[in-house]
């Protein structure tokens, strides 16, 4: 079964700053996607950033980048320029592309809960 | 296009009743999937449904919690006799196709007391 690993509970980030959020996961699979959600206290999950593991190429998303390293099994989430609307709890997420059963199915880590200080 | 929509946001049971959780999926989505937020905790796989039908379960509780998501409706995911434990956030997404990208919804909010 696959696990995903936040290792951080909490982090802090002054406006404008810089922050790496850190996830590792398990598997045995060379075929998956993963995912950066954000739940702002809204409840609301929000999908930031997505990676295919058969992309070498680290994802994007304007103040949103990954750092994905593969043979690691790491999946940092850097923040840019850091804004007060960045605070929320962030979720590392792993998916089989597999087709066969559970393909489907997310598994989350337990998440980092981000604040920025003004 | 409307988004995933859930309902009620919040509710309240006592132990021993009936928790009614409702999900619309987003317009054309006819796969659905529940998961549950314990506290501190990130979300878990509960449920997988298509129209009228159940297509993996394998993450609920084997008693008292059941979902269905019929032809014509919302998905309901049902939990009988509520306990303490319960209390979570339960959240619906829905795809299009199977194995595709889903959309979350706000979750709903259950307290047991």
């Known amino acids: 079964a696959q696990t995903v690993t936040q290792s951080q509970p909490e982090m802090s980030v002054q406006e404008a700053e810089t922050v790496t959020l850190s996830c590792t996961y398990d598997?045995?699979?060379?075929?998956?996607?993963l995912f950066w959600y954000k739940q702002p206290p809204s409840r609301q999950m929000i999908l930031v950033i997505r990676?295919?593991?058969?992309?070498?190429q680290n994802a994007t998303e304007n103040r949103f980048s990954v750092n994905f390293q593969k043979a690691a099994k790491s999946f940092s989430l850097k923040i840019s320029d850091s804004q007060l609307g960045d605070a929320a709890m962030y979720f590392c997420?792993?998916?089989?592309?597999?087709?066969?059963?559970?393909?489907?199915?997310?598994?989350f880590g337990k998440g980092t809960k981000l604040s920025v200080i003004p | 296009n409307a988004g995933v929509m859930q309902n009620p946001r919040h509710l309240v049971r006592r132990r021993g009743q009936e928790a009614r959780l409702r999900c619309s999926p987003m317009k054309g989505h006819s796969h659905v999937y529940w998961y549950r937020q314990l506290p501190e905790e990130g979300l878990k796989f509960m449920v997988y449904l298509q129209k009228e039908n159940i297509i993996d379960e394998s993450g609920m509780p084997k008693e008292r919690f059941s979902a269905e998501f019929p032809k014509e409706g919302p998905s309901i995911l049902r939990i009988q006799q509520v306990v303490r434990g319960d209390s979570a956030a339960y959240f619906c997404a829905s795809s299009p196709l199977a194995h595709t990208e889903a959309f979350f919804g706000q979750g709903t909010r259950l307290t047991v007391v």
């Open positions: 997420a792993y998916r089989s592309a597999d087709s066969g059963a559970g393909s489907y199915q997310l598994t």
């Open positions: 990676q295919e593991a058969y992309k070498q």
């Open positions: 598997t045995s699979e060379s075929d998956y996607y």
